[in-house]
């Protein structure tokens, strides 16, 4: 596949593999990475990889006069304008030239981030593969939104799949895309997609998996490496918007969800409600601090579901689970580097490695996914 921007975008460090050589790639990293704790099954790829991210983000700027938007050229701050890439949403992308087509009508200026002025900074938007919601973030300087009603009203004229539309105010120098503050401009100020029969919000803030076909991939490997039994302690660690634990509350006795960002709490505590699960419990803290006061109160843990960023997980938090000692660990993780280090840890504690399972949730990326079972 032939993307005009592969070299200066960056996002796709695999662009010049055709599909199956990335996953021969993928699968030959993740060997050399964790082969030597077991046999690594085979990565499962996707039928159709292209197009398949949930979530857009454009950056807006200047050039000539004219507003563009686009991606950061890789580690500069200069905009490479993009209308169409091989593997975002094309619904997003076409709400993003809309909202640029907009603003030129609307005489909006885009935020310079040397000078620090002007308005418009960037547009997120996140679409239910599902549920069709779609959710348009507009990040802003401070200041007055000229015009905001007329604005509003002729974005969601030309883009009626649009559910809800927001205005995030970003004033910071900074590289985070949003600011703290955001006002509602229309509808409910997120959205709702469906998954495994679950319903769960999307607020802009909150994470949610970028690629909802492989995420039901994803999570379906994990609840089959749990594999409970009805009567379990889950502990779903580092968990967002609470959906690993909603999909395992079906077959658990008991689960405990722990997410540092509150927005993401408040999104799993709804979404509990929203699918009727009354058997678990989610907790706004660090997971690390949290497993240890699990671990000194001596509560118990069957399995423990942990799903850390790039970083993994803290060493306070390994030892936590050693104590807490569960039978099983699900060990999701988005970085194969620090999930080798991570099971180190874990099987010097005596744990041992049962299943390795890569997942393809970023095709034409080099990022890897990997489902990895431990028991005692
Ligand atoms: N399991 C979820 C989210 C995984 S992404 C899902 O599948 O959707 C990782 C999550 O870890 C993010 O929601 C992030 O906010 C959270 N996080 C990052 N650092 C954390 C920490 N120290 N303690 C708890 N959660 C953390």
């Not at 205005?167 to 590289?175: D, L």
């Not at 942990?306 to 569960?326: I, M, N, Q, W, Y």
Request: aromatic share 8%; glycine share 8%.
């Amino acid at each position: 596949m032939n993307c005009p921007n592969f070299k200066k975008c960056g996002g796709c460090q695999l662009q010049n593999m055709d599909y199956d050589r990335q996953l021969r790639f993928k699968q030959a990293q993740v060997v050399k990475l964790l082969g030597r704790f077991h046999r690594v099954s085979n990565i499962i790829g996707m039928k159709d990889p292209t197009h398949y991210r949930n979530k857009v983000q454009a950056a807006f700027g200047e050039r000539g006069g004219k507003l563009i938007s686009g991606v950061y050229q890789s580690s500069t701050h200069k905009i490479v304008p993009v209308d169409d890439c091989l593997i975002e949403d094309k619904i997003a992308d076409s709400i993003i030239v809309t909202v640029r087509k907009l603003a030129t009508s609307f005489k909006m200026r885009a935020f310079n981030d040397t000078t620090m002025r002007g308005f418009l900074r960037h547009v997120l938007v996140k679409r239910g593969f599902v549920s069709g919601q779609v959710m348009v973030v507009l990040v802003t300087n401070d200041g007055e939104f000229k015009s905001s009603r007329s604005f509003i009203n002729a974005l969601l004229q030309r883009h009626p799949e649009i559910t809800t539309i927001v205005r995030n105010i970003n004033t910071r120098r900074t590289s985070m895309v949003l600011g703290e503050k955001s006002e509602v401009l229309y509808g409910d100020g997120y959205i709702e997609e469906n998954l495994g029969g679950f319903r769960f919000r999307i607020s802009p803030k909150a994470f949610y998996q970028i690629n909802p076909v492989q995420t039901q991939v994803l999570y379906g490997k994990a609840v089959e490496f749990a594999d409970l039994k009805g009567n379990e302690t889950v502990v779903d660690a580092y968990c967002g918007t609470g959906t690993i634990g909603i999909f395992m509350s079906k077959n658990a006795g008991k689960v405990i969800g722990v997410e540092l960002n509150s927005d993401a709490v408040n999104d799993a505590k709804h979404n509990a409600k929203l699918n009727g699960v009354k058997n678990i419990e989610f907790y706004n803290a660090d997971a690390g601090k949290f497993m240890v006061e699990m671990a000194e109160l001596k509560m118990k843990a069957d399995v423990v579901v942990t799903d850390p960023p790039r970083a993994g997980c803290s060493l306070e938090f390994l030892h936590s689970v050693l104590k807490l000692a569960p039978e099983k660990v699900v060990y999701i993780s988005c970085n194969p580097k620090t999930l080798a280090r991570d099971l180190k840890t874990l099987i010097n504690g005596g744990y041992k490695v049962k299943k390795i399972q890569p997942v393809d949730m970023f095709p034409f990326t080099e990022h890897i996914e990997t489902v990895c079972l431990l028991s005692k």
